[in-house]
């Protein structure tokens, strides 16, 4: 894999398996993460439309479709390695981009 680095301009070329175990034992950390038994997005999408529904009058026909999501992506989670570490650890970076609370957060 070819990413680049936590820190400083560097591009950084690791084994994928190697990748991927670092990311599932980061993942496996239960003081840290907590596994969902279900997808948040729908509560979130509910809750989210509750809120701008009642405010429509103040936004605006343009902004309330713009914020108003029907499908959004999960957020995305991935690492960049610490080269500036010891051992090589990742940084976990978790990308927003197209999930239900975007538009709104932008």
């Not at 690791?14 to 980061?26: F, Q, V």
């Amino acid at each position: 894999m070819i990413l680049k680095a936590d820190k400083g301009n560097t591009t950084v070329i690791l084994d994928r398996t190697g990748y991927d175990e670092k990311m599932i034992n980061m993942l496996n950390d239960k003081t840290t993460y907590k596994l969902r038994k279900k997808d948040p997005r729908k509560v979130c999408e509910s809750k989210l439309k509750a809120l701008l529904s009642s405010k429509k009058r103040k936004f605006g026909d343009k902004l309330y479709r713009r914020l108003n999501t029907t499908d959004g992506n999960t957020p995305r989670m991935y690492g960049l390695s610490k080269i500036h570490k010891e051992n090589i650890r990742l940084r976990p970076i978790v990308s927003f981009v197209g999930s239900t609370t975007y538009e709104l957060s932008k």
